[in-house]
């Protein structure tokens, strides 16, 4: 009778779960931040009326915000780089000598902000001198806006363009929503007064 031969019990290789891939802070921070570079150049531009100055205070906020991101829990990123980039305007305002307004131009806004503030009509629809007189009064509206006191500019702006939701700009601003509704709806009667006269003339010139 032979020997019995132990019986086999093949080893079983059992694979490790799956792991999820190992999360990409930089890739995520493009995804959720860098979509909103050009609103955060145009808020910067507002608060601080100075091209040059915004460009370095968007850059500073930028570099701010990708340091923090990891810690970032999520949320409206709009609003959380916004909050970045106001702290920035705070500091560049704390350490800056005497600098003068400069009033926006064209190349400050985003295609859709600038219809939404200048209401543009479509060239091929316009005549050259009606194309002129919107392109006047687009000015004015940006250069009303620029000239709005502190902080119903930054309300104004922030709500009307940005479009940030009331608890967003109170979050932002760390002022109560009553207090934003208050600022926001007296930057549209200073705006409104402001532009009042100016539409009153270019009335009669299309007169």
């Known amino acids: 009778m032979s020997a019995r031969k132990p019986f086999f019990r093949p080893r079983l290789a059992f694979s490790r779960k799956a792991q999820p891939p190992a999360a990409d802070p930089a890739r995520e921070f493009r995804t959720a931040i860098l979509p909103h570079m050009d609103a955060a150049y145009n808020f910067a531009r507002y608060l601080a009326r100075d091209p040059t100055a915004a460009e370095d205070i968007v850059q ?6 990708f340091r923090a991101f990891p810690a970032w829990r999520g949320g409206a990123p709009k609003a959380w780089l916004f909050a970045i980039v106001r702290n920035c305007f705070l500091d560049w305002t704390a350490g800056r000598s005497g600098a003068g307004k400069v009033l ?4 400050s806004l985003s295609a859709a902000q600038a219809d939404a503030l200048a209401n543009v009509a479509d060239p091929d629809h316009d005549s050259p001198e009606e194309a002129l007189l919107r392109r006047r009064e687009a000015e004015t509206l940006r250069a009303a806006i620029e000239n709005l006191p502190e902080p119903f500019r930054e309300t104004l702006v922030l709500r009307e363009l940005e479009e940030l939701s009331y608890k967003e700009i109170a979050a932002l601003t760390a002022a109560p929503i009553g207090t934003v509704m208050s600022r926001l709806a007296r930057a549209r009667q200073m705006l409104c007064d402001m532009l009042q006269p100016q539409g009153a003339r270019l009335q009669e010139v299309r007169r």
């Open 60 to 65: 500073e906020a930028f570099l701010r915000a």
């Open 104 to 107: 926006v131009d064209e190349g």
